[in-house]
């Protein structure tokens, strides 16, 4: 789930016409093997894949979602993005509980670690959200198929169903949201017990002493923090010279000596040429990414966590001529129609940031368009979070980035060290940088590093989806004491000058 490729969709015109007429205001279903043919078969469940069956259902047309995991919610719900958010949670309790508590005059004998009890409070939540969207098929009526799909025509799906089964599903229009799974390294093989991928990770039973991470993006350095917070020596191995490349760069150096600060260390510009499994501990072996000296490091556990690609081998795309490009992303055009009418594609199977929120917003825009409305998705516009302590979240343009299209820009700045909030529930680490035009004062970029920075994102998405100025934000009233003044604070400093610094 990068945050890089935050750049605006492109349209990729094909000489085929689509199966639909865009003109239509309401969809007319005509059946032309039988009831049982849908309007719309989506094959994936997960964040794009439930959310466009829903939203298609609600827009009146016969929907059939086919999920082969057997619940739904994909990666990010089962063992992604929710069971690492209860993961960082509850880290981040006992971690306070240990480090803060006392400061605050909440005074423990001793704070222990239950393992199997953290693991039991996220899969509950995770049980409970995938029950949860049964429940929302159900309630619109979507047909819920458990299995493997593959696309045997531009209408029909061939499933073999997790009870053994098989069938076929028939719809005019097939939406592919299989997602995305875990890159592989070569000469690592992933075991999911002492070579493990984000999955395994979120399965740990014990805390490993020393924990190597490999890859220094999102997914590795949130749970590298989980397994930090409870007392592994974590160290992250990244082929680069940075962590979260596409971070903004003035940012991504306050963060990184943040994590440094909670003990995570860094090994930059390194590759890992193997791993070997043969004694009690890993040994990896390391060298230059530029080349050199090669040295050995040891590890209990090894995460690979070197980004994802996306999931769309064995689905038959290939034999029905689907267009994608060199890493098997699905190329489409504005409509998310492939060059293959009646075949669309959303989420992580199309170019654009890997993110679930990313995927549920193709979802909706895609069956709009099937349905003769029109869709909507801004790719410059998608915000990305990391979910550590502090977080990090963004949007829009880095200050490298406007500094590479000559843009002429100006920047204002406001840190937490300043923010009443923050000093009151000492927690106070962090900024908010904005980027706006020098002319015009249109905000081009927000940066926030800070507690709770994922929830005080969306000011800076809708005021950047709205074309607003810095001025925009400072002259609109916020709560006081709030952290969101600091987002205020830091526009006053971009348009004219902030009050308390």
């Not at 963060?255 to 440094?260: A, D, I, K, N, Y």
């Not at 940031?353 to 998608?382: N, Q, R, S, T």
């Not at 987002?487 to 610094?501: G, L, R, S, V």
Request: with cysteine; net charge neutral.
């Amino acid at each position: 789930m990068a945050m890089a490729s935050i750049t605006r969709r492109k349209s990729i015109p094909f000489t085929k016409t689509l199966l639909y007429n865009p003109c239509l205001s309401s969809f007319t279903r005509r059946f032309a093997s039988g009831s049982d043919e849908n309007d719309v078969v989506v094959v994936g469940g997960g964040p794009g894949g439930y959310v466009a069956a829903i939203k298609a259902a609600q827009l009146g047309l016969k929907t059939t979602c086919i999920e082969k995991r057997g619940t739904l919610g994909g990666t990010c719900l089962n063992v992604g993005c929710i069971p690492s958010k209860a993961l960082l949670h509850s880290s981040h309790m006992f971690h306070e509980a240990k480090h803060s508590f006392a400061n605050h005059g909440v005074k423990c004998s001793s704070v222990e670690i239950d393992v199997a009890a953290m693991m039991a409070q996220k899969d509950k939540a995770v049980s409970n959200l995938t029950k949860g969207i049964e429940g929302l098929f159900k309630k619109n009526k979507v047909t819920y198929v458990k299995g493997y799909g593959k696309v045997t025509s531009p209408s029909e799906v061939s499933v073999d169903t997790i009870e053994g089964g098989s069938t076929v599903v028939k719809g005019k229009h097939i939406i592919v949201a299989t997602g995305s799974d875990v890159k592989s390294l070569p000469g690592i093989e992933i075991d999911e017990k002492r070579i493990v991928s984000s999955t395994g990770a979120l399965a740990l039973t014990e805390i490993p002493k020393r924990l190597v991470v490999i890859g220094a993006g999102y997914i590795g350095l949130e749970m590298g923090s989980v397994w930090g917070r409870l007392g592994s020596e974590v160290t992250v191995v990244e082929f680069g010279p940075d962590i979260v490349p596409s971070m903004d760069g003035e940012v991504r150096r306050q963060f990184q000596r943040s994590l440094e600060k909670q003990g995570m260390k860094f090994k930059l510009k390194t590759k890992v040429l193997g791993v070997d499994t043969s004694g009690d501990t890993l040994k990896l072996t390391l060298e230059p990414s530029a080349g050199g000296e090669q040295t050995t490091f040891e590890a209990d556990v090894v995460l690979v966590s070197a980004g994802r690609v996306p999931f769309t081998e064995g689905l038959g795309l290939d034999k029905l001529g689907v267009e994608m490009d060199k890493v098997g992303r699905i190329l489409v055009n504005e409509r998310f129609a492939s060059n293959v009418p009646g075949i669309y594609a959303i989420g992580d199977v199309i170019p654009g940031p890997m993110l679930a929120h990313k995927a549920e917003e193709d979802g909706v825009a895609c069956v709009e368009f099937i349905a003769g409305k029109e869709g909507h998705v801004d790719y410059d516009m998608v915000p990305g979070v990391v979910y550590t302590h502090p977080e990090v979240a963004s949007v829009g343009k880095t200050e490298e980035q406007v500094k590479s299209l000559g843009v002429a820009y100006k920047v204002g700045k406001f840190p937490f060290m300043a923010n009443s909030r923050a000093k009151a529930i000492d927690n106070a680490e962090g900024l908010v940088k904005i980027l706006a035009d020098k002319e015009s004062d249109k905000i081009l970029g927000v940066h926030i590093m800070s507690p709770n920075a994922g929830e005080l994102i969306h000011e800076a998405v809708l005021a950047l989806q709205y074309g607003a100025s810095s001025e925009d934000i400072a002259r609109t009233c916020h709560a006081h004491p709030t952290m969101s003044e600091a987002i205020k604070e830091a526009a006053m400093a971009t348009y004219d000058k902030p009050i308390h610094i």
